[in-house]
T-cell receptor
């Protein structure tokens, strides 16, 4: 399973766009890239998943360059409620495995007024 | 409402006692998972089950046991063999054919 590296923490202000980059140099051909969000003392929540190029949903966008060695989660116009830990994961069931997802330490995003 | 529940939310036990954490889902999901999370850390996989009556060890299974007698239920027992059981325990489920895991609210276990 590919290892991921992402910043330990980030700070932002309400209304700004936040981009969190994750590097996964050893990503396999069949691996997907998935992002989860976790609030304190709660379980993680699925945000978005992609394979290549760009994916957008009502919550975020995911940008994946052609070499797929990194990905960027983009949160538009963040609010205080977006303060959470964001996990980047690589792998997954669609890759042919059994959906073993490795959660690293994640990125702690703090949104300030 | 469909969802995944864990009980209790907080649990205190004396050292040397076994304790069982409950996880129930009414989402009709086939796969279920148990994770452990320590302060400031990511999640680590303890056990997972892809179908009823079948389960596999994850990365940190030592000191834990599970059963999967019903599709809806996947209880986790923390045994006295687990050296450092105090942690936040999360249960998750997944529908076949999808990568998305749905997590419960978690149980915070403190061993005194």
């Amino acid at each position: 399973l590919a290892k991921t590296t992402q910043p330990i923490s980030m700070d932002s202000y309400e209304g700004q766009e936040v981009n969190i980059t994750c590097s996964h140099n050893n990503i396999a051909t069949n691996d997907y890239i998935t992002w989860y969000q976790q609030f304190p003392s709660q379980g993680p929540r699925f945000i978005i998943q992609g394979y290549k190029t760009k994916v957008t949903n009502e919550v975020a966008s995911l940008f994946i360059p052609a070499d797929r060695k990194s990905s960027t989660l983009s949160l538009p116009r963040v609010s205080l409620s977006d303060t959470a830990v964001y996990y980047c994961l690589v792998g997954g069931l669609i890759s042919g495995g059994y959906n073993k997802l490795i959660f690293g330490a994640g990125t702690r995003l703090a949104v300030h007024p | 409402d469909g969802g995944i529940t864990q009980s209790p939310k907080y649990l205190f036990r004396k050292e040397g006692q076994n304790v069982t954490l409950s996880c129930e889902q009414n989402l009709n999901h086939d796969a279920m998972y148990w994770y452990r999370q320590d302060p400031g850390q990511g999640l680590r996989l303890i056990y997972y089950s892809q179908i009823v009556n079948d389960f596999q060890k994850g990365d940190i299974a030592e000191g834990y046991s599970v059963s999967r007698e019903k599709k809806e239920s996947f209880p986790l027992t923390v045994t006295s063999a687990q050296k450092n059981p105090t942690a936040f325990y999360l249960c998750a489920s997944r529908i076949s054919g999808s990568d998305e895991q749905f997590f419960g609210p978690g149980t915070r276990l403190t061993v005194l």
